[in-house]
């Protein structure tokens, strides 16, 4: 179905983007081989790295011409296969866009290419007292542009929402190369259908996008975190029903089982506070006076210790909440050192549901006998569950993993959730759609795909079965 990457055409990729910004050495292509999706690699033939809508467009033209699969890339942090050449062709790389283009105070926006790191546009904007919320725990890796792409969420999605929620204009190039500019600085905005938002968590599947406008908004002045650990999950799940139920919206409750804490502690070699307890609860909360903060601080603190929480750590200065999320952020990495070998879900169901998912993943390990450990964000249903090989001999954990993995889909879906919160379909769950999503939806998805990209050669492999 597809072509090769001839020499001519690496000769014309020279032509439009320069000698220096096209691979196709083997040892440099590698970095571009895979994602962070565990055991997921194919090679690119080449991979771009592009400067401006202008060359994207022209590789697109290229590759419609020659009829060669593109498959887009931002930092290659994503945990679904999205930026993995699967069917080979060309990585466009946009690591080289990334300028910060414009903060407009006036406007509460902020204009930026795709490559830029999150974190950076989080840094940018809180230097002139503003606020980009979204973010994902990888943030000082990924890029805006894959954030878009893969509709990425974080803890602060509880109180303000997910990538989804502050892009307001985009410029995406099309597969057939037309540049196409849509919405602006508009916080309102209803003509026509919502194409952003069918950009937004596309997986590169419909266009590559070149620019993003993002709204803003004021930064909170204080913020507070604590640190919570209980002797049974129950008594966690019902603290956070209970702090929804008292009106209090933290900015984040996230939620970490033992066994993930006691990872993170193996990794750094040091004592994270009341490892030994059952779960932990990292709940922040944030506001503009400190009466205010305080006051709500008070409220879930108390809700904590009638909940039977052992404790209530508070940090309010920066290194102190830093050391908080520290070990909250090093959980996957503790993960893929204590078990290399590993397959990490992200399901989402309606948050009271929680416990009884977790309850059900409990009783799947211990009729598989295997090691699974889940972390995630308490907030919002979010869990991200980790099955971990060990020593289990390969055969066994490749007839593991599918069986798993769908017990776990129907799990969630039995209690009305869904396969993938944040992480997407990609590569990896793309056979697993039709559990979640029915004949109908995906037929309409195939032919908006089929409108935008009747040839098929934008990240092909991707999300559909
Ligand atoms: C340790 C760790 C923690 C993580 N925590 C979170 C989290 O809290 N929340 C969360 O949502 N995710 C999380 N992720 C997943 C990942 O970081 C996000 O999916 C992120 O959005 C990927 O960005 P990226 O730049 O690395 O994209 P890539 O992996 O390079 O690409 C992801 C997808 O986006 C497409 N894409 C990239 N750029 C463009 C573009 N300009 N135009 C069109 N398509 C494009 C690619 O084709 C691919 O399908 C985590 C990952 C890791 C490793």
Wanted: negative net charge; charged residues 25%.
């Amino acid at each position: 179905m597809y072509n090769p990457v001839t020499s001519e055409v690496v000769e014309a990729l020279r032509q439009t983007v320069g000698e220096g910004n096209v691979l196709v050495d083997d040892e440099a292509l590698e970095p571009y081989t895979h994602d962070e999706t565990v055991g997921l690699r194919a090679d690119p033939e080449a991979v771009v790295k592009v400067t401006s809508a202008e060359q994207v467009s022209e590789v697109l033209k290229l590759a419609q011409r020659e009829r060669i699969p593109v498959t887009p890339r931002g930092a290659g942090y994503g945990l679904s296969g999205g930026a993995v050449a699967v069917r080979g062709g060309i990585v466009l790389s946009t690591e080289k866009m990334n300028r910060i283009l414009e903060i407009d105070r006036e406007n509460l926006m902020v204009t930026v290419e795709p490559g830029v790191i999150t974190g950076d546009i989080h840094r940018a904007v809180e230097a002139e007292g503003l606020f980009y919320p979204p973010d994902p725990a990888s943030l000082d890796s990924c890029t805006i542009g894959g954030n878009v792409a893969e509709g990425a969420g974080g803890p602060r999605a509880v109180k303000y929402g997910i990538t989804k929620d502050y892009v307001c204009g985009l410029e995406a190039v099309l597969p057939s190369g037309e540049i196409v500019q849509m919405g602006g600085k508009l916080v309102k905005n209803v003509t026509g259908y919502s194409l952003i938002q069918l950009l937004i968590g596309s997986e590169g599947t419909l266009a590559v996008v070149t620019k993003i406008i993002l709204r803003l908004l004021p930064l909170p002045k204080v913020q507070v975190d604590l640190l919570v650990p209980f002797d049974k999950f129950q008594e966690a799940a019902d603290t956070v029903s209970d702090i929804i139920a008292h009106q209090i919206l933290p900015t984040a409750i996230e939620f970490m089982e033992q066994d993930s804490m006691l990872a993170v502690e193996r990794l750094l070699e040091r004592k994270v506070p009341f490892s030994d307890a059952a779960a932990h609860l990292l709940i922040q909360l944030d506001g503009n006076t400190q009466e205010a903060v305080e006051a709500d601080m008070e409220t879930v603190g108390e809700l904590c210790l009638e909940h039977g929480a052992r404790d209530v750590l508070v940090a309010q200065d920066r290194p102190t909440r830093d050391r908080l999320w520290e070990a909250r952020r090093m959980i996957i990495e503790s993960l893929n050192h204590e078990s290399p070998i590993n397959h990490m879900e992200d399901v989402v169901v309606p948050r009271a549901e929680i416990h009884r998912l977790l309850k059900g993943i409990k009783e799947i390990a211990g009729q598989h006998g295997v090691r699974i450990i889940s972390f995630g964000h308490a907030g919002d249903g979010n869990v991200h569950i980790n099955v971990l090989k060990d020593d289990l001999a390969e055969d066994q954990w490749e007839a593991l993993v599918p069986v798993v993995t769908e017990e776990i889909y129907r799990q969630a879906l039995s209690l009305g959730g869904t396969i993938t919160g944040e992480h997407g379909i990609g590569a990896t769950r793309r056979r697993y759609l039709p559990l979640a999503v029915d004949s109908a939806q995906i037929e309409i998805m195939r032919h908006i795909r089929a409108v935008f990209d009747p040839n098929r050669i934008l990240n092909p492999g991707k999300i559909f079965p």
